[in-house]
């Protein structure tokens, strides 16, 4: 396998022969609604990837199938779940799509098969999760717990919550629901409070989740909840549960009720399909749900295998966004789901997404000298188009979007007003927004304008289940891992985040000096 520089591919001249594809020009033609028809490729559990509507023709493709060629995309992708040392920063394997399932060789680390490590975590949560369900683990009293919260940041928090949202309302409609499930992350203390004084703490199961043990707002929570469980009369031990990994100072001590462990080669946001999600996604909704949500994922992940990128759903959205970001310049992307569900889904894969290739140098640690990840942001719509969408439309940046959108509703309760229902009215603004962008509409009032031209895909499915939720999920994590392979990046390490947690480190311990002394004091410390 080579491992060469982005700017050091040969197929890149292929697009020096190529000239954009005119988005607005060929959508409006006859052979716009044919696009739509025919550029798409299947997903699993029943998604589709439709990318009609983004710039891309025949020679374009053509080349990008070259590149994916050129960069050996589906070599590493084999070789990562093979168990190669793909973590070049840490010297760490990357296996986190083996938390959901066998893709390849068995993976044997100290004599430890990885995939039966990981499947018996998650039997050992299930059972732990049914025992709760069924009153056997309960409180002091022998009460039923009857919530359940989750202490984490970052991985440890963005991509369970987003699961726990985008899966509450189908649980409740489809009788899966078992608890309500809450999350405190930020060392805010405000955080902490708002959530302890919203739940009946003395019927609430915690789960401290971090993978390292270490991270100092997690460490603070814990110790906040385990004040607050204190002054209720309660023994915190017996109301709480850790999921870390087995090397970490929270594993095997006796502040918890139990631990569930994970290992280093599941990084932090690749972890919702591991104990980090496993735990309070059986618990809230049951242990056969949460399989459901990765039997999803495992399916993404097998299509992901596909070594032509046409056929390879991941891989093509990966070479797509490769291709606006590095040969049009486009900066950042939208993700733009309209399903309430996915509120938080946009936040967790800016978190998947910039942390994993935001980064300027390649996996040997030397410099790159072009763009790598872009700026990732969202909000569900319709909600969006009453906020930042003026900018998408008319601003000076063109900025490309990832729609995701739903046929049905998860909830079975909708109305029907003015001759549509709300799921119709949600659909329809789907449909109108990605012709809006892509066409745009003249007017001889320049402040009236649309230029059109503005690329976008959509991710289509019949209904968010537990097993569309995984999909999407995966999906994502492939197509950034397929992206930083093209870039040259070692994806799966976070060194740009230590910086400042040492310089508060610093601030908190009085051994600051110039600028930091004064950005303290500004602060009131
Ligand atoms: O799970 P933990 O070890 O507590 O880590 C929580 C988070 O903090 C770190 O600073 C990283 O930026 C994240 O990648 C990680 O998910």
């Known amino acids: 396998m080579e491992w060469k520089n ?26 716009g609604a044919t696009r739509v028809e025919t550029c798409h490729v299947p997903m699993a559990a029943g998604l589709d990837y439709n990318y009609a509507a983004k710039a891309v023709d025949q020679k374009i493709l053509l080349a990008l199938v070259k590149l994916a060629e050129e960069a050996q995309l589906a070599d590493k992708y084999r070789a990562l779940y093979n168990g190669a040392m793909m973590n070049t920063g840490e010297q760490r394997l990357v296996l986190h799509q083996l938390t959901r399932g066998q893709l390849g060789d068995d993976v044997v680390v100290d004599g430890v098969n990885k995939r039966d490590f990981y499947r018996k975590e998650q039997e050992r949560i299930a059972d732990f999760a049914n025992q709760v369900h069924r009153g056997q683990i309960s409180n002091e009293k022998g009460e039923k717990f009857t919530s359940v919260v989750q202490i984490g940041i970052g991985g440890s928090d963005l991509g369970p919550r987003a699961m726990y949202l985008a899966l509450e309302g189908w649980a409740k409609t489809n009788q899966s629901f078992q608890m309500d499930a809450h999350f405190i992350s930020n060392v805010d203390p405000d955080d902490a409070t708002a959530v302890l004084s919203g739940i009946d703490v003395a019927h609430a199961i915690f789960i401290l989740v971090s993978k390292s043990g270490t991270t100092l707002e997690t460490l603070t929570n814990q110790a906040f909840v385990m004040d607050a469980l204190r002054k209720e009369g309660l023994e915190p031990a017996r109301h709480m549960i850790a999921v870390t990994s087995e090397t970490s100072p929270l594993a095997h001590s006796d502040d918890f009720l139990t ?33 459901r949500f990765l039997q999803g994922a495992h399916a993404e992940d097998l299509l992901a295998k596909e070594t032509d990128p046409m056929k390879n759903p991941d891989m093509l959205d990966a070479l797509i966004g490769v291709y606006e970001r590095n040969i049009l310049g486009y900066p950042s992307t939208a993700v733009l789901p309209y399903s309430q569900a996915l509120s938080r889904f946009p936040a967790h894969l800016q978190q998947l997404d910039m942390e994993s290739n935001g980064k300027s140098v390649n996996r040997d640690g030397q410099p790159v000298d072009y763009p790598t990840g872009p700026v990732i942001f969202g909000e569900p719509g319709t909600n969006g188009q ?48 990605i012709v809006a962008f892509a066409c745009g509409k003249e007017d001889e009032n320049r402040n009236k304008n649309f230029k059109g031209g503005r690329p976008s895909s959509i991710i289509v499915g ?49 051994q600051t000096q110039g600028v930091l002394t004064a950005y303290s004091r500004l602060l009131g410390l």
């Open 462 to 510: 019949e209904e968010l289940t537990p097993e569309a939720l995984g999909a999407l999920l995966a999906h994502f994590e492939n197509k950034i891992m397929f992206q930083g392979f093209v870039w040259n990046l070692n994806s799966f390490d976070q060194e740009g985040v230590q910086l400042g947690k040492t310089l508060a480190r610093k601030v908190l311990s009085g």
């Open 6 to 31: 982005f700017d050091q591919l040969e197929s890149l001249r292929l697009f020096a022969e190529t000239k954009p594809m005119d988005l607005k020009e060929t959508l409006d033609s006859a052979a």
């Open 259 to 291: 631990a569930f462990y994970m290992d280093d080669f599941i990084g932090g946001r690749y972890s919702s399909t591991s104990g980090v999600g496993g735990a309070v996604l059986s618990l809230a909704f049951g242990p056969e749900i949460f399989d």
């Open 386 to 433: 009453h906020s930042f969408y003026q900018l998408l439309h008319q601003g000076t940046d063109i900025i490309p979007l990832q729609f995701v959108g739903f046929k049905r509703s998860q909830r079975a309760n909708d109305v029907t007003i003015e001759g549509s229902s709300s799921q119709q009215k949600l659909d329809a603004n789907v449909a109108a927004q």
